[in-house]
């Protein structure tokens, strides 16, 4: 099993509907869990792919449209009532979060968990760090302030050899630097060039979330590279006009997105309920990407849909 | 079809599950939707049950616990998005009525209809009245201050006897004075007593809904009496312990209430996701009910349930 993972809770647009919930993932980064919005029904949609609420360290919420964070006071009202406990930190758009503090304060007093309520800054810039893992905030082109993030894998130590530790007996204490790059130097002065001793890590991996937004090239110069995009697509081509007047983008706009950022994989979401159904979108979405980018592969989230990075 | 009718969109507790969804009700009266709670969700149940957003007049909360309010900002929010004329009035619990002017400032500025925030007095009264019915607010016994609400359709005018207007040629000006109960003077003397003229009209109806609250006979004073009542039965008697604690209720409190209010048929709801179904509920139920009022019909409510009162 992966342990960079994305569950995919809501995929739907402005306003739920029987076929899509308002937007909510949940990326599972060995085994701790990082929500990425939190749309009305998000404590649902969690219980029903089976995550727990205990493993939910960070939520990040991308902007103050509702159906990005409606879900968010429940959400916390029901792990108060469940005892989870720890701490969980929430990077909440600047200019709302004296609105959480104090919905937090009325109507989820009695917490078994410490919660931490972080601003992002609209400008972008590093938000999340740990050995691992690091998470950049984005900043998008919408009608209200709005932020992507970027998930990345720090790369991973080297991998010994097991047979040459052993013929060699390396001492343990030194063993954490040859996996960072070092020779190793025998008592007698002999040495072992780290390539002889090590074997490349498995590759750093990255996952970028981009909704709600218009296209907008600058917008890839904050991601870099990424190995998997996820992008909003609320419309087709057909409807361009709808998606310049709302700030939104096409399904082909993601793909151009995908090019720009080498994303290997491009993962469609966000759809207006207009449509009835996604095959408009993953249509338009191969035909710009035999164009621009025949590699990349492109995936039309569901609700329950979980992909490997 | 009746004109009386209520429809069960969440009947579950605290936290919402994969069985239930958490509270909220909507009241067909001729054809103008008053709902009662408004849990997280509330929005998505009113689409599954063909219910439209154009015809909700009135909102009533009961109290400020998260299952039974945290629909509404999602609820106004897409109200606003689809254009929906005319005006809704909220009554608010009184002590939150900041947060929800606030919240709707913030997150739901652009609306196409008028919203109307009216406090709840704790202390209960008339909060509604029209031409054809009443609701009045009923101090219940939580944890924190809580209402319940009676919807009462007024008596209807009498029903005038075709024939008999016919034959007199009783003048259209003096008709509406008949089914209220006068009499018919014709212009030659004589005298028609409103009983030769007039039937009974239908009864009129009332509606009672009691959550969350513990049992106390002085609820009952408030409530007089009712058809249909409405009461949380969060609890079993073998959890007795639990509903005296967190100041709920038992299905067998439910029934003492239903007797004291003299009502016809009592519907359950609001029960602990730790019960897997609801025939312990019914059971329990039942057997008091079979002591202290045998002729009460009591049903379980599930969502999709509707009741014509």
Redesign the interface.
Known sequence: MSDFRVFYLGVGS?????RHQPSCQVIDFRSRLFMVDCG??A??GM??MKLKFSRLEHVFISH????HF??L??LL??MA??EVGGSLTVHFPAE?VD?LI??MD???KYRSFDINIEPIPSEGGLIFEDNSLTVEAIPLNHRIPCTGFVFREKPRLRSLKKDMVEWLDIPIKLRHGIKEGNDYITDDGRVFKNEQLTIDPAPAKSYAYCSDTRFEPKIASYIGTTDVLYHESTYLEQDRQKADERFHSTAADAVRMAALVKAKVLVLGHYSKSYQETQGHLDEANEVAQELCPELKIICADEGLVLDI
């Open positions: 402005a306003t739920p509907s029987l009305e029904g404590q649902i219980r029903r103050l449209h509702g159906d409606f879900g006071p429940g009202s029901t009532l469940h709302g609105w104090d919905t009325r109507f989820c």
